[in-house]
């Protein structure tokens, strides 16, 4: 009898490593993507396609960013992610049964705006005014052009809102949403002239 059962135990391991492999496997299971000018969840679409994983991710994570060209033959699924999501504030993290990917926000992106400002010609401008809205604090770009602001947490639990302002340049309204901002100040014809008439 207890033979009988240690066959029992014996063969149900081999049933759960065997599953665990195939799992595993499928997450190592080289991925070729050929597509023009999609969405990071078109990308998700395909790449599930392939590979029998379910992305998991909040659609204010993902939104906004831009459409590309994704180019990948034979390439893992990690190379991929990295590759993808490098520069966009997020990771992502294979959860321990190798069939969930979750895509979420780097932590120290919740809590600090960064980005770099620029004018029409793509030069940085330097001091421009970064403030985030209902607070005391703000800061100013640098001889490069970015920043680094540290955010306070939102009443209303809604993303943070900033406002960028430059002397001679159009205020802008932006939504922080954890990823770097690049910020394109243009002209403002009418700020100018009353800044030169004050400046006499």
């Not at 991929?80 to 959860?95: K, M, N, P, Y």
């Amino acid at each position: 009898m207890r033979e009988k059962r240690k066959l029992a135990r014996l063969l149900f391991a081999s049933i759960l490593l065997s599953g665990s492999s195939v799992m595993m496997a499928q997450t190592n299971k080289p991925v070729t993507v050929q597509l023009k000018q999609a969405s990071i969840r078109e990308l998700f679409v395909e790449i599930k396609k392939q590979v029998q994983v379910n992305f998991m991710y909040s659609n204010n994570a993902v939104e906004g960013l831009e459409k590309k060209d994704y180019n990948f033959t034979n390439a893992s699924l990690e190379k991929i992610l990295r590759h993808c999501l490098a520069g966009s504030g997020l990771t992502f993290e294979i959860a321990d049964d190798n069939r969930t990917v979750v895509i979420k926000r780097k932590p120290q992106d919740e809590n600090r705006a960064t980005g770099k400002v620029v004018d029409g010609q793509g030069e940085p401008l330097i001091g421009v005014s970064v403030k985030q809205d209902g607070a005391e604090q703000g800061t100013v770009t640098g001889l490069d052009g970015t920043f680094s602001l540290a955010l306070q947490p939102s009443k209303d639990g809604k993303a943070p809102k900033l406002t960028v302002s430059f002397i001679g340049m159009k205020t802008q309204h932006l939504t922080w949403r954890g990823r770097p901002l690049n910020i394109y100040m243009e002209d403002d014809a009418q700020n100018l002239e009353e800044v030169v008439v004050t400046g006499y």
